[in-house]
């Protein structure tokens, strides 16, 4: 049973019976707070439950990692492209300016989400008759989700309000933005608050919750980006290489055998805590009237247009894979057929196979794959809808999505190791993730040196993790994501494309400014409503 949105829904309904209950005539003695609802609530266990679910939920809205974050923000990098020929996804052609409505959504979710994990935070120490270890476990889970929350907003924007108590009036509204070591400080001592107190995810009854492991897993990936573009703070290489040993000393996370498997898995809503370390959980609950879906591989997936009688795995398919990430493959690689797609179903029901460079489709979170090419109508074309995919619907799907896999501690911890002290450690990180991908050891010889080894890293991490909504953020702090667009143009005016095709798809590349889009603008609302916070300078010309 899911459990974020559904758990939502549950505490809508326990605010209006509350609301229901009172009378006209206390309604009209009570004093107004726009908070006694909230004032009211965390009396006993079952509502501590109930209100750390509905911080969760804040990850799974369409503004956050139901669609926004997880493909638009992403969107416009060396692996995946925007291609519509209209700008209704400005953010991945770097034509978005303040007053983008998704950058506003996405801001205000994660502030709410913020608000939501603060009065946790203040109001379940109070919670009577509850045991302590439990009592910080719950804490733990709170203080994980704002860590995430603050993450997503400093590696977006950079420096932002930093607020770490209830909202309670509108004023509170006018805050400056703190620095972005502030910030960091602040998603560090939480991190680390969870990882103390977090159970192993071995002794959780219930997946799709914050573990202890997890923590040093983000509290690894936030150090990594310390180290890197803007804070350049090199020394934490070694704090990120130490988060990544707890979590391998372990030994309960690993590698699935089966890379194919991983992504069947977040499709078909099956868990595999030993390699998906968290992920956000959706579900196709809509006959029960209950939105707890996503666009996960409908907007990200293998294009499908054909829709006659409302059950077919319809996809818009609104990224294209890039040549880049095709051809960076080597022979033999399992991950290439499977996260790359050459072939589509069209509106008239034609299964085709696609032998254009620049067409390519996305395959991670596909529901669909072709049986025999040809026109569905007359039986020449067949194809399967994925074994345990929930039923289709045209614009949602129950794929949960991943934010942390134990890929990513074996590639960050050879990243870190390289940083520190040149590869001849870190090859034994790099051959697990490719072992897995059906590939031998990697030639010491072909990246001997540091700058070589550091290459390869940055090419496997797309390889292993493309569509999964780290690319973007990677490249930023390589501080490489102009020279990576630059590089992609060329390989798209080099390639079999048509005309129109590379003109539509070298869009990111020449809108691309290295002096304001490593950075998002502050949502124009906020900076209006904000009386304190003024917008990056970068954004100002």
């Known amino acids: 049973m899911k459990r974020n949105i559904t758990s939502l829904f549950k505490i809508a309904v326990v605010a209006a019976v509350v609301a229901g209950s009172t009378s006209c005539e206390s309604f ?159 998603i560090i001592s939480d991190l680390t608050f969870a990882a103390q107190n977090l159970p192993h995810a071995k002794n959780q009854n219930e997946s799709g919750h914050a573990n ?43 590698l699935n055998p089966s890379y194919k498997q991983v992504f069947l898995n977040y499709i078909t809503n099956k868990y595999d805590r030993n390699e998906s370390m968290f992920e956000i959980e959706f579900a196709m ?34 990224l294209q894979a890039s040549v880049k990430l095709k051809k960076s493959y080597e022979a ?38 072709p049986i025999t090419f040809g026109k569905i109508p007359d039986g020449t074309g067949t194809y399967k809808v994925l074994e345990g995919v929930s039923v289709p619907d045209k614009n949602f799907t129950g794929i949960n999505y991943p934010v942390l896999r134990y890929a990513d501690i074996l590639l960050m911890k050879a990243e870190c190791e390289n940083e520190i002290n040149g590869p001849a450690n870190a090859y034994a990180f790099l051959n697990q993730v490719r072992n897995r991908a059906g590939l031998t050891d990697i030639n010491p010889a072909a990246v001997n040196s540091k700058e070589l080894f550091r290459k390869e890293i940055q090419d496997e991490r797309m390889r292993e993790f493309c569509f999964e909504g780290l690319r973007k953020q990677d490249l930023i702090r390589w501080n490489i994501l102009g020279e990576a667009l630059t590089g992609l143009n060329q390989m798209i005016e080099a390639s079999n494309g048509t005309a129109v095709n590379k003109t539509l798809f070298k869009r990111a590349g020449e809108n691309y400014n290295p002096a304001k889009h490593n950075i998002m603008p502050y949502p124009l609302q906020e900076t209006v409503m904000n009386q304190k916070l003024s917008q990056h300078t970068e954004w100002l010309q």
């Open 28 to 186: 009209l003695t009570v004093e107004p707070k726009s908070s006694w609802v909230t004032e009211a609530f965390y009396k006993n266990q079952d509502e501590v439950i109930l209100g750390l679910n509905g911080i969760y939920s804040y990850l799974g809205q369409d503004a956050t990692y139901g669609q926004v974050m997880s493909a638009m923000f992403d969107a416009g990098t060396d692996e995946a492209l925007y291609n519509r020929n209209n700008n209704t996804w400005p953010l991945g052609l770097y034509t978005h300016t303040p007053a983008d409505v998704n950058i506003a959504s996405a801001w205000l979710t994660l502030y709410k989400g913020i608000d939501a994990a603060n009065n946790f935070i203040e109001r379940v120490p109070e919670t009577p008759d509850m045991d302590e270890a439990k009592r910080n476990a719950y804490l733990g889970e709170a203080r994980f989700l704002r860590a995430l929350f603050y993450f997503d907003l400093a590696r977006w924007w950079g420096p932002v309000p930093l607020r770490t108590s209830p909202t309670t009036n509108i004023d509170a509204n006018n805050l400056a933005a703190a620095s972005l070591e502030e910030v960091y400080e602040l």
């Open 332 to 369: 033999g690689d399992q991950r290439a057929s499977w996260n790359v797609a050459d072939f589509i179903c069209n509106a008239q029901g034609n299964i085709t196979q696609i032998k254009n460079d620049v067409l390519y489709w996305p395959g991670k979170f596909r529901r669909w794959e």
């Open 212 to 254: 202890k492991m997890a923590a040093h897993g983000m509290l690894a990936r936030v150090y990594l980006t310390m180290a890197g573009y803007p804070l350049q703070k090199t020394e934490m290489y070694a704090k990120a290489a130490e988060q990544c040993d707890i979590v391998i000393a372990d030994g309960w996370h690993r």
């Open 285 to 318: 609950m809509r006959d029960q009237g209950i939105r707890e879906d996503g666009r996960i591989g409908q907007i990200n997936g293998v294009q499908f247009y054909y829709y006659p009688t409302q059950t077919e795995p319809f996809a818009y398919a609104m």
